[in-house]
C-alpha cells in the first residue's frame, strides 16, 4: 500500500518533462495563416505572398494567405484582433486600416495600439498618380485645369475609405483647390474601371499598377513621395510640381494580436528581416516600386503611434468626417 501511494505522489513528477517537452515544442510546428486585409492582386497581397513564400521555406511549414476585404481593411484586422494571440494568425497590414481608419471610420472595432502586436515594418510604397492612356491630362496642371472646369464631375478610385489612395486625393482636393468625386473599390478592382475610363485618375500604390505603366496602359503623372521612386525615376513628385506638403507614402508592416508571446513576435520579425534581405526578393520588390525597409518590433511601433498622430492631422485639416 505504501508502494502504491509512493508511485501515485510520483506520477505527477514522472509526467513533468513531457510536459515540458510538450510546451516547449518549437514553433511554428503547424500552418501559419497571413490575413490580407484586400483582394488578391493588390500591394499588400503581393508584399504578403513574397515574404509568405519564404517564411514557408524557412519554417517547413505551410504559410496561407488568407484575403479578407471590406470596410478600407477594417473586416479582415477586426478577424486578426479577435483570433488567438498563439503567432498561427498574424497580418500583413497597411498605412489604412493600421493608422488612418483610427480617425477617419467612425465607431472603430479596434484600437491598433491597443488590439494589435507590432513585428515589422516591411515596406515603404509611394502612391504614383495615373490615368488612362486616352485621358486629355497629359501632365498634373492638365489635370487640375480639366478639374477645375469641370468642378464635381472628375472622379477618381481608390482601395477603400482611409487608404492612402482615398487621402492623396482629399490632399490633391485640397491643395489644388479643386473637388472631385471620391470612387472607393474593394482592393485591386478599381484598376479595372481606371483603365475602361469609369474614372478619371487614382492614386495607386507603384507595385500594383508597375505592369500596366510598363505596357503603356496607364499614363503616370506623378508620385507622391518626397523623393523619386527607384522604380520610375522620370516621373516626377508632386513637391517638384509645386505641392510642397504632399507627402501621401503608403507602407505596410506586419502585426499579430495582442498578447501574442514576444519570443515569438521577434522570431517572425527577425525572420522576415531575413526574407527582405533575400536577393530575389529585395530585387523583386524595388523593380515593383517598394522599398524593403525591416525594423524591430519597438521601432514599429513607435512608427504607427507618429503615423496616427500624422494622418489624424490630415484627415482634420481635408475636412472629411468619419465615416
Given at each position: 500500500?505504501?508502494?502504491?501511494?509512493?508511485?501515485?505522489?510520483?506520477?505527477?513528477?514522472?509526467?513533468?518533462?513531457?510536459?515540458?517537452?510538450?510546451?516547449?515544442?518549437?514553433?511554428?510546428?503547424?500552418?501559419?495563416r497571413i490575413v490580407v486585409a484586400f483582394t488578391p492582386g493588390g500591394t499588400t497581397?503581393?508584399?504578403?505572398?513574397?515574404?509568405?513564400?519564404?517564411?514557408?521555406?524557412?519554417?517547413?511549414?505551410?504559410?496561407?494567405?488568407?484575403?479578407?476585404?471590406?470596410?478600407?481593411?477594417?473586416?479582415?484586422?477586426?478577424?486578426?484582433?479577435r483570433s488567438a494571440p498563439d503567432g498561427y494568425t498574424i497580418m500583413v497590414g497597411?498605412?489604412?486600416?493600421?493608422?488612418?481608419?483610427?480617425?477617419?471610420?467612425?465607431?472603430?472595432?479596434?484600437?491598433?495600439?491597443?488590439?494589435?502586436?507590432?513585428?515589422?515594418?516591411?515596406?515603404?510604397?509611394?502612391n504614383i498618380l495615373v490615368v488612362a492612356p486616352n485621358h486629355p491630362a497629359r501632365?498634373?496642371?492638365?489635370?487640375?485645369?480639366?478639374?477645375?472646369?469641370?468642378?464635381?464631375?472628375?472622379?477618381?478610385?481608390?482601395?477603400?475609405?482611409?487608404?492612402?489612395?482615398?487621402?492623396?486625393?482629399?490632399?490633391?482636393?485640397?491643395?489644388?483647390?479643386?473637388?472631385?468625386?471620391?470612387?472607393?473599390?474593394?482592393?485591386?478592382?478599381?484598376?479595372?474601371?481606371?483603365?475602361?475610363?469609369?474614372?478619371?485618375?487614382?492614386?495607386?500604390?507603384?507595385?500594383?499598377?508597375?505592369?500596366?505603366?510598363?505596357?503603356?496602359?496607364?499614363?503616370?503623372?506623378?508620385?507622391?513621395?518626397?523623393?523619386?521612386?527607384?522604380?520610375?525615376?522620370?516621373?516626377?513628385?508632386?513637391?517638384?510640381?509645386?505641392?510642397?506638403?504632399?507627402?501621401?507614402?503608403?507602407?505596410?508592416?506586419?502585426?499579430?494580436?495582442?498578447?501574442?508571446?514576444?519570443?515569438?513576435?521577434?522570431?517572425?520579425?527577425?525572420?522576415?528581416?531575413?526574407?527582405?534581405?533575400?536577393?530575389?526578393?529585395?530585387?523583386?520588390?524595388?523593380?515593383?516600386?517598394?522599398?524593403?525597409?525591416?525594423?524591430?518590433?519597438?521601432?514599429?511601433?513607435?512608427?504607427?503611434?507618429?503615423?496616427?498622430?500624422?494622418?489624424?492631422?490630415?484627415?482634420?485639416?481635408?475636412?472629411?468626417?468619419?465615416?
Open positions: 500500500m505504501k508502494i502504491a501511494r509512493r508511485a501515485l505522489i510520483a506520477l505527477p513528477l514522472l509526467a513533468v518533462p513531457g510536459l515540458a517537452r510538450a510546451q516547449a515544442a518549437p514553433w511554428p510546428n503547424r500552418p501559419v497581397d503581393i508584399i504578403a505572398r513574397l515574404v509568405g513564400a519564404h517564411l514557408s521555406e524557412m519554417w517547413g511549414q505551410s504559410v496561407v494567405i488568407d484575403n479578407r476585404p471590406g470596410a478600407g481593411g477594417n473586416i479582415g484586422t477586426e478577424h486578426v484582433v497597411s498605412v489604412g486600416p493600421l493608422a488612418v481608419n483610427q480617425s477617419l471610420v467612425r465607431n472603430m472595432p479596434y484600437d491598433t495600439l491597443r488590439d494589435l502586436a507590432p513585428i515589422t515594418l516591411l515596406a515603404g510604397v509611394p501632365d498634373v496642371a492638365g489635370l487640375i485645369a480639366e478639374a477645375k472646369r469641370r468642378p464635381g464631375q472628375l472622379s477618381y478610385g481608390s482601395t477603400g475609405v482611409g487608404t492612402s489612395s482615398h487621402l492623396s486625393g482629399v490632399m490633391l482636393d485640397q491643395m489644388a483647390g479643386i473637388r472631385t468625386e471620391h470612387v472607393p473599390y474593394r482592393g485591386a478592382v478599381a484598376l479595372n474601371d481606371l483603365l475602361s475610363g469609369r474614372i478619371d485618375f487614382m492614386f495607386a500604390t507603384i507595385p500594383s499598377v508597375m505592369e500596366q505603366i510598363r505596357g503603356n496602359r496607364l499614363r503616370p503623372l506623378a508620385v507622391s513621395s518626397t523623393q523619386r521612386s527607384r522604380s520610375n525615376p522620370d516621373v516626377p513628385t508632386m513637391v517638384e510640381l509645386g505641392f510642397p506638403e504632399f507627402d501621401a507614402s503608403s507602407w505596410f508592416g506586419m502585426v499579430a494580436p495582442a498578447r501574442t508571446p514576444p519570443e515569438i513576435i521577434r522570431k517572425i520579425a527577425d525572420d522576415s528581416h531575413a526574407a527582405l534581405r533575400v536577393p530575389a526578393i529585395e530585387r523583386t520588390m524595388i523593380e515593383q516600386g517598394a522599398d524593403p525597409v525591416g525594423n524591430g518590433p519597438e521601432a514599429f511601433g513607435t512608427f504607427i503611434a507618429h503615423e496616427i498622430r500624422r494622418w489624424s492631422a490630415i484627415v482634420r485639416a481635408s475636412g472629411a468626417s468619419p465615416e
